[in-house]
DNA sequence: TCCATAACGAAACGTATCGTTTCGATTGGA
DNA sequence: TCCAATCGAAACGATACGTTTCGTTATGGA
């Protein structure tokens, strides 16, 4: 039983407003217990008891999990950075090493992964994954490929069918834990994702 | 609350073996619960009263939930035929069409969905999946590629890297619940997974 | 200055799931 | 004949969910 490992700070009421350090407890007790347990391991319970935090707390700043999976992805400070080499292929592969790095290296690998799981219990959550964490964390990539439109290398019409190849080669990867194992086809895959339709 | 919708048919004990009727009204209870309420609602509870059946009866047959969403999902007579027209991309695409519409017709794309989610929960999930279940559903899918091999369309080298791409590309519409918006996309995408590496 | 207001943590609620165990009844094979 | 293994039913203890209640705390408006 180490669940009771951080002796709880015991942060008393501040009045009639919501306290934000219960708000910064909780969501570093959720990374803590997401990395140290992964998916299985995280329960409002366990992020509860990790926070010295009361579950009634976790729901008056989160509306449910898969909410509060979404700010600790999002909490995780990005430091995916989109490159620009020039070519599609050469940006896409630098990136993608480095969103790979980036989810073995934090949480942010095992949060993913639990948020993907969560969608496929909850409506909600996969309409959450969809529309609005997607969107966002798709940001970057998205600008890639318009610069290689805008640079005549594919077309604006195929833009969305690459990217749902490019989006799906990541998923499969992590969601089947062998980050490490695919590692080495990132560059000839996105050659593919980056080349000249043929026909 | 239409959880005991099947009156319990009651199937006594045929002596000191294992009765096949029992094993096949779980497996058709469990595909019945998936169908209706999805991964949410699929619980050995819930499988075991639509089955009318004990849950240590299901356990003696499965070890856990897993083992029985993967055999659900075979149980599902594959219907996904591999085409042989010559070309690798037209052969994936027909291909891939016939598996969406398997996905999309059957309990087998929300047995698909349940797997995944299970596997980010368990260990053991994850190690079927990867190492039992996904070999086994490639089969027809390597026999495509390596027919492209012996035309010699692609390079055996870069089998796993395009198949990684395929498998990513059916797994993002299939879990985020776009098989019918991403249709439109496959032929194309098959075309990109099928093309010479460039460069 | 006073006090209604709202958040706090703790605890317990009822419901649900898991995987296991116990039970009496059933039936084939040794 | 009787042992053995299965059957369905029921209950177990543990855990999780999301909610409610409780006594405490301190703010901010009257």
Chains 1, 2 share one sequence.
């Not at 998916?39 to 990790?50: L, N, P, T």
């Not at 989160?62 to 940006?91: P, Q, S």
């Amino acid at each position: 039983m180490n669940a009771t490992d951080r002796s709880a700070p015991r942060r008393a009421s501040i009045g009639a407003r919501r306290n934000p350090a219960s708000q910064a407890a909780i969501l570093a007790a959720a990374r803590a217990v997401l990395a140290e347990e992964g998916y299985a391991g995280f329960s409002i319970d366990a992020v509860s008891r990790r926070a010295g935090a009361g579950k009634p707390t976790i729901y008056r700043w989160w509306k449910n999990k898969a909410e509060l999976l979404i700010e600790v992805y999002a909490a995780e400070k990005a430091m995916v950075k989109a490159a620009a080499t020039g070519g599609l292929a050469d940006d896409l592969a630098l990136y993608t090493a480095a969103l790979w790095d980036f989810w073995r290296d934090t949480p942010s690998g095992r949060t993913f992964r639990a948020l993907v799981a969560e969608a496929q219990n909850d409506a909600a959550a996969l309409a959450a994954l969809r529309d609005k964490f997607l969107p966002e964390r798709l940001c970057d990539v998205r600008a890639l490929f318009a610069a290689a439109v805008a640079r005549g290398e594919i077309g604006l019409d195929e833009v969305e069918m690459r990217l749902g190849l490019y989006v799906g080669f990541n998923w499969y990867y992590v969601l089947t834990d062998q980050l490490d194992a695919g590692r080495a086809a990132i560059p000839a895959a996105m050659r593919l994702v980056a080349a000249p339709l043929p026909g």
